[in-house]
């Protein structure tokens, strides 16, 4: 923070952070303590989830709960990924929110730029994006479900069911709303100023879309590709009806060990819950640098 | 040239999603005004409105309305108080602030029906971890049957999932607060404001719309909760935990009154509709005036 007072102006360095001292936010003790509580309201169920998944069978639901296992395994973690399908739905799982972040990110966008920028569709467009968002799956799921194993066959010449392409498709959908929102309103506030100054120069619009409104959005590109892949990373429901074998994403197999027939496969469950956050850290440390990012040109502006 | 240019850019979008909701939507229109039921045979006879009328005979089905209104809005109220709270701490660096941020965004990749699981698992009786660690802050033996006893059923299933979705507001208003160029704070302290003042005036106007984003898309989730109850209580016992979704869930899956349930879903999501049109007026406010 103080580096960015000192390149801005060297003389008044002090007097910058003195001014930016002023700015509201939760300081001092009240902010540790505050901190501190959510983080172990945090921890608890996460430390739970990973210690079961060392935990060897017997010690999974004794009485008193296990809260440091004497004889750690890994045998979850093998089972997990080896007998039920968590190799299997890691891989799906990942090209889906993958390739699902990338469309969505890429139509998003661009539409969202359009919207903002030229006011197309106007309220109206922005709303039927919203309203996509609307639908209990309930109404939709049956129908989608026929689309896809039924009439998809008819009429595309090749079934959707059960495929990866069938589930990125219904994601990008589902995901979009959001992107077209979120990055609606980061363009929205955006200067235009510098755009303008890049067409008055001679480059064409796509031109300043591409090389300066993308680059000046990436914080909010981020945070949207971020959501966007969350969301096809742990959706359930369309998943479960859509994608049972070929496609099986890890939501699907983890609902399997702990919510349907087989029940109780708390420690296989575990162990695959700890694999698949493997993501989370990654995209945490990402998020980190943009939102840092954001930060520091704020200051450096001021 | 521009002229086009601004409706190439939003053809993809609206095309990929014409194509892949045309059709499940009409369908489903139909569905709610026919006799769609495997119990009941093959054949779709026209009823007209009488998949709309049977839930509103059914007492459940008002019920999961009602505390679907309240379970969303106490549960999106927590998430945002906390998330700007959060926001708010965490918005100057501090030593550990990288490792926290990873961290807070970890609930967001565990699947809902995996987090009711868990939280399932946490409060079982006798030998979930809730009854104990309770009892070492409560004096006595604590026994409550977390899945049955009312409130607590409630509670934990508002505690899932503000614990899934906090994160969600957090990062959101972070992104909104990091954006506020300091410029007008430093205007805003030329003028005489206090930092409450400045909160009040400079940070709320600012990150409002982000704001505003955040909780109508969680606000709309929240209506249609169904994975965590799906997964820790099964909208039991009895129907004491059954939200609309759920309920539909139940007329169409478990029950196969799919006409039913599909009518139930479109009367919900007019419903919806109303809500969301309402917060997005709101919403679109202050994105117009930015220009």
């Given at each position: 923070m103080t580096d960015g007072g000192h390149r801005s102006r060297p003389e008044a360095g002090g007097a910058t952070r003195v001014v930016r001292g002023r700015r509201f936010r939760i300081g001092g003790i009240v902010r540790f303590v505050f901190i501190g509580i959510y983080v172990t309201f945090l921890l608890l169920p996460l430390y739970w989830m990973a210690v079961t998944s060392i935990k060897a069978q017997d010690d999974q639901l004794a009485d008193p709960p296990v809260?440091?296992?004497?004889d750690p395994t890994m045998t979850n973690f093998a089972d997990a990924l080896n007998r039920f399908n968590g190799w299997k739905g890691l891989e799906n799982s990942l090209i889906i929110a993958l390739v699902t972040t990338m469309l969505a990110v890429a139509l998003g966008t661009t539409a969202a730029y359009s919207m903002a920028r030229y006011?197309?569709?106007?309220k109206h467009l922005a709303f039927w994006f919203l309203s996509?968002?609307?639908?209990?799956p309930i109404a939709v799921i049956i129908p989608v479900f026929l689309l896809y194993s039924r009439y998809s066959e008819e009429w595309?010449?090749?079934?959707?069911?059960?495929?990866r392409i069938g589930l990125i498709l219904l994601y990008t959908v589902f995901a979009l709303p959001f992107t077209v929102w979120m990055m609606y309103a980061y363009f929205r506030q955006m200067p235009a100023e510098l755009e303008e100054a890049a067409l008055v120069d001679g480059c064409s619009r796509l031109q300043a879309l591409l090389k300066i409104a993308w680059p000046l959005a990436a914080p909010g590109i981020v945070s949207a590709a971020a959501f966007a892949f969350i969301f096809s990373w742990t959706e359930f429901l369309f998943a479960q009806v859509l994608g049972r074998?070929?496609?099986?994403?890890v939501p699907v197999a983890l609902a399997g060990m702990i919510?349907?027939?087989?029940?109780?496969?708390y420690g296989q469950a575990s162990a695959l819950t700890m694999v698949s956050l493997i993501p989370a850290v990654l995209l945490g440390i990402l998020v980190q640098k943009h939102l840092v990012r954001g930060l520091t040109l704020g200051a450096v502006k001021g | 040239m521009d002229r086009h240019i601004r409706w190439l850019l939003v053809t993809p979008a609206i095309l990929i999603v014409f194509a892949l909701t045309i059709f499940p939507l009409g369908f489903s229109l139909w569905v709610a005004f026919v006799r769609y039921d495997f119990t009941l045979g093959p054949e779709h006879p026209w009823v007209g409105l009488d998949n709309f009328v049977e839930n509103w005979k059914d007492p459940v089905w008002r019920a999961s309305l009602w505390r679907t209104a309240w379970f969303s809005v106490s549960m999106v109220a927590i998430e945002l108080v906390l998330g700007m709270l959060l926001a708010l701490a965490m918005l100057r660096p501090f030593r550990g602030r990288r490792a926290l941020m990873t961290l807070f965004v970890i609930?967001?990749?565990?699947?809902p029906v995996v987090v009711g699981g868990f939280f399932d698992l946490f409060v079982r009786?006798?030998?979930?971890?809730a009854n104990q660690l309770a009892s070492w802050v409560w004096p006595g033996t604590v026994t409550i049957d977390f899945s049955i006893d009312s409130p607590w059923l409630y509670i934990v299933l508002i505690i899932a999932d503000v614990w899934q979705w906090t994160p969600f507001m957090f990062i959101i208003i972070l992104a909104g607060l990091a954006a506020i160029p300091d410029t007008l704070y430093e205007a805003a302290e030329l003028d005489g404001a206090k930092p409450r003042q400045s909160f009040l005036f400079v940070t709320l106007p600012l990150v409002l719309p982000v704001v505003l984003i955040a909780v109508t898309f969680r606000l709309i989730d929240a209506a249609k909760l169904f994975d965590i109850i799906f997964s820790?209580?099964?909208?039991?016992p009895g129907t004491d935990t059954y939200t609309t979704s759920y309920y539909l869930y139940q007329q169409g899956f478990?029950?196969?009154?799919l006409g039913q349930g599909t009518a139930g879903a479109w009367m919900f999501m007019i419903m919806l509709t109303f809500v969301s049109y309402w917060l997005v007026r709101r919403l679109l406010k202050p994105l117009e005036e930015a220009s």
């Open positions: 809260w440091f296992p004497t006011r197309t569709g106007g996509q968002r609307l639908m209990p595309l010449g090749f079934s959707l069911i059960d495929t074998d070929e496609a099986v994403t919510t349907f027939f087989q029940g109780n496969l | 609930p967001l990749f565990i699947s009786r006798p030998y979930g971890v820790l209580t099964r909208g039991g478990e029950f196969f009154h």
